[in-house]
C-alpha cells in the first residue's frame, strides 16, 4: 500500500474492493460534483449500468485502479486507462465532495505517479474546476490545449484543459 501523510492527515492508495464501489457510486452521483466536474456520462445515477461497468474494469489488468484512503475512510478513486476516443494513456479521479480541499487528491496522485510507469499520461479537467487545475500542474502535467465538449448530462458545452505528463 502506498501511503502519504502531513502532520493531521494520511492518504494511502490501496487495490479496489468490490466493498468500495457502492461508495465510488454515492460520491460519483453528487450533483455538486458532477457540475464541478462537468464531463460525465448521461445517466450518472444508473446504478445498474455503473456496476456493469466495474465488473469489467475490475479484472482489467491494463486499468490501474486503486482506491484513495484518508485517515482510513474511502474517499475516492483513482486510475490510469486506455482511452479509445483519444487513443491515449489517460489518468481519472474522483474525491468525493466531503473530502475537497484537504489535499487528498493531490497527495493520491503524487502516490499514483509512483506506481503508474506509463509515460505519456493525459488528464483533462474543466477549466471552471480550479481544484482539480491546480492538482494536476502542481503533479507535473503541463497545459497542451483547450476545447469545448458537450456535457450529455445537461446538453450544455463547456470549456475543458488537456494536460500531459511526459
Given amino acids: ?31 455538486a460534483a458532477h457540475e464541478m466536474v462537468g464531463v460525465t456520462s448521461h445517466a450518472p445515477d444508473d446504478r445498474e449500468a455503473y456496476f456493469e461497468k466495474w465488473e469489467r474494469i475490475l479484472p482489467d489488468k491494463n486499468i490501474t485502479k486503486r482506491t484513495i484512503l484518508y485517515n482510513g475512510d474511502v474517499a475516492g478513486v483513482i486510475n490510469c486507462f486506455f482511452a479509445p476516443w483519444s ?36 488528464a483533462t479537467a474543466s477549466t471552471h ?15 497542451t490545449g483547450k476545447k469545448k465538449v458537450l456535457v450529455e448530462r445537461s446538453g450544455k458545452e463547456i470549456e475543458e484543459f488537456s494536460f500531459v505528463l511526459n
Fill in 87 to 122: 487513443e491515449e494513456w489517460e489518468v481519472g479521479y474522483w474525491i468525493g465532495r466531503e473530502f475537497w480541499g484537504l489535499g487528498i487528491a493531490s497527495g493520491a496522485l503524487r502516490l499514483f505517479l509512483e506506481i503508474e510507469e506509463r509515460r505519456p499520461l493525459h
Fill in 1 to 31: 500500500m502506498n501511503k502519504a501523510s502531513n502532520s493531521s492527515q494520511e492518504i494511502e492508495l490501496r487495490k479496489v474492493r468490490e466493498s468500495d464501489l457502492p461508495i465510488f457510486f454515492e460520491q460519483q452521483n453528487d450533483p
Fill in 129 to 143: 474546476n480550479k481544484a482539480s487545475v491546480a492538482v494536476l500542474e502542481k503533479c507535473g502535467f503541463e497545459k
